[in-house]
């Protein structure tokens, strides 16, 4: 159906977008980033479009590719807490620690109860050994939001890692029990 769509709309930059999606949908990636570039070359500010062709692009492992719609969506909105998260997520694939970490901060500060932005930096810290920071983290959600159980969850992993047992099996019994 998108086929015939475009042959007949091939310059309607919001067809070239919804066959996007749906090749998107139906896990033809390719499709779905030829569909992509197409629109944007009519409408270079779609931003759907250069959301939906980032998102593909770091699912595939191709960050750095996509940085450029990352950067032009950050520009349209930098206080967007969706694009703030996959300019995170495309920065730690790149090998940018400090900046994604920067980006999560940025989220975090605008975006409190952003729980995605707090696991992400959670798991950041815990990953270079600032483990300190990721209790502090997590600690702060917690007390945000009681019934965080990933936060609790999170929490009880580095815990664990500080060799505190016995709070470790606390917070993962309390992450069971909100679950």
Do not use: W
Not at 118 to 133: C, F, I, M
């Amino acid at each position: 159906v998108c086929d015939e769509l475009v042959k007949e709309a091939a310059t309607d930059y919001a067809v070239l977008y919804a066959c996007a999606e749906a090749a998107h949908g139906l896990n033809d990636v390719f499709t779905a980033i030829a569909r992509l570039t197409q629109a944007l070359e009519l409408n270079p500010n779609h931003l759907p479009a250069r959301l939906l062709r980032a998102r593909i692009l770091c699912d595939m492992g191709q960050a750095a590719e996509a940085m450029e719609d990352i950067d032009v969506l950050l520009k349209a909105d930098a206080e967007n807490e969706v694009y703030g998260l996959l300019q995170a997520e495309a920065l730690l694939q790149t090998g940018q620690t400090e900046e994604a970490e920067a980006a999560l901060l940025r989220v975090h500060e605008i975006y409190p109860f952003c729980r995605e932005a707090v696991l992400r930096l959670g798991a950041l810290y815990d990953a270079t050994s600032r483990r300190d920071k990721a209790l502090a983290v997590y600690d702060e959600a917690i007390e945000l939001q009681p019934d965080f159980a990933e936060a609790y969850k999170q929490r009880g992993g580095v815990r664990l890692a500080l060799h505190d047992k016995e709070g470790a099996a606390d917070d993962l019994r309390r992450a069971l029990e909100l679950k």
